[in-house]
């Protein structure tokens, strides 16, 4: 049976529309994607993302420990800070990405993905040995909120928290909202401006309401994950299972800016990592709009001038562009690079497609 969220008797209240997803009821939509979509895009949308994982590193070797995991280098965080990392095997290959916030010296908090959370400390754990260092799987005790869209600052100022006060970009801070601790960070999963919010569980549904109150004026409304998946896309951010998995690098997945050129701690997976940017990848993730009028979506083949060159990874209608977008891996041996023209299988028949420049969608969260 799914887990239910501290908010799901909320959702329930609001007509969401639940849906299974990573072992989880979560909500799809309240009323419709596309209307969810042009909420965030536009003024201020509320999601819960409590399935998401809470992991706190502690203990003296905390730091060196982290440097053993990712190719990002912790070492560079001071408090508040935080990096977007993957969690690598020794082949190079992602097991999860992260976000990992420095919250005081020899102290991390981890967000990883929902459904790797059990993967995510197997593998912390098999990584322990020879280091002084606790790691605490929080998950069951605290809910996540994502507040999006151009109207998030408004609204956090409303409630008491004032734009000068306001974390930067990814960064995090404590803070009190409407009486309650939280911790709120400036991360963000959809292109836009705005904040995380984690908070016990005891008190996220009383949170969730006074935020969907003090929000009205902002126009303010719940979000599902439909909308999440097609702010997401539009802005070109990686989805694990679909845009990266245990078979694929950072550098394959064109993440090349989150891995650290000058690091000089050995972590799992740098030979392979340092090869590929010495000596290239064998493929590598494209962006594409349709020419014609197909939907591409997960796992579909992509062809050029007849040959089978890779798979989509995600697809879907943009709202904001009102065309069909997607992502996907080709060969590097196939030339392709933007404005090519692709092929898409869809049932059986090849749909012409233009490779484009990621993201599809100006990201307007860099602030601060």
């Known amino acids: 049976m799914d887990k239910k969220t501290f908010l799901h008797e909320e959702q329930l209240k609001l007509g969401a529309k639940m849906v299974s997803f990573a072992g989880w009821e979560m909500p799809v939509q309240y009323t419709s994607i596309i209307e969810e979509h042009n909420t965030v895009r536009n003024n201020v949308g509320i999601f819960d993302v409590s399935h998401m994982g809470e992991l706190f590193v502690t203990g003296s070797?905390?730091?060196?420990?982290?440097q053993k995991l990712v190719p990002q280098n912790v070492a560079k965080l001071t408090d508040e800070k935080a990096i977007y990392c993957q969690l690598i095997n020794k082949e190079g290959c992602m097991i999860d990405d992260l976000i990992i916030y420095k919250l005081a010296d020899s102290k991390y908090l981890i967000i990883v993905n929902a459904a790797r959370i059990d993967e995510d400390l197997n593998w912390m754990v098999r990584n322990k040995l020879g280091f002084d260092v606790n790691i605490e799987n929080q998950s069951h005790n605290y809910s996540l909120f994502a507040l999006q869209g151009p109207k998030a600052t408004d609204l956090m100022e409303k409630i008491g928290v004032r734009k000068n006060y306001q974390p930067a970009f990814f960064t995090i801070k404590a803070a009190e909202l409407f009486n309650i601790n939280v911790f709120v960070s400036r991360t963000g999963y959809t292109g836009e401006d705005g904040f995380e919010i984690l908070v016990r569980n005891e008190v996220s549904a009383p949170l969730w309401n006074y935020l969907l109150e003090a929000g009205?004026?902002?126009?303010?409304k719940p979000i599902g994950l439909g909308a999440r998946d097609t702010l997401r896309l539009e802005a070109a951010l990686h989805l694990y299972g679909n845009d990266m998995d245990e078979t694929t690098t950072p550098i394959e997945a064109c993440l090349n800016w989150s891995v650290s050129k000058t690091?000089?701690?050995?972590?799992?997976?740098?030979?392979?990592?340092?090869?590929?940017?010495?000596?290239?990848?064998?493929?590598?993730?494209?962006g594409f709009e349709m020419i014609d009028r197909a939907?591409?979506?997960?796992?579909?083949?992509?062809y050029k001038d007849g040959e089978k060159i890779?798979?989509?990874?995600?697809?879907?209608?943009?709202p904001s562009l009102g065309k069909n977008i997607g992502?996907?891996?080709?060969?590097?041996?196939?030339?392709?690079?933007?404005?090519?023209?692709i092929q898409i299988m869809v049932r059986n028949k090849l749909y012409n497609a233009k490779v484009v420049k990621r993201p599809f969608v100006d990201k307007k969260n860099k602030v601060n």
């Not at 070797?61 to 982290?66: G, I, K, S």
């Not at 939907?295 to 992509?302: D, G, K, L, V």
């Open 295 to 302: 939907i591409a979506r997960h796992e579909y083949e992509i």
């Open 310 to 318: 890779g798979h989509v990874t995600s697809g879907g209608f943009s």
């Open 327 to 341: 992502l996907g891996y080709v060969s590097t041996d196939s030339g392709v690079k933007v404005d090519s023209v």
């Open 216 to 220: 009205k004026e902002f126009g303010i």
């Open 263 to 286: 690091k000089t701690d050995d972590y799992n997976g740098k030979s392979v990592i340092f090869e590929q940017l010495k000596n290239g990848v064998k493929k590598k993730l494209i």
């Open 61 to 66: 070797d905390a730091l060196p420990y982290l």
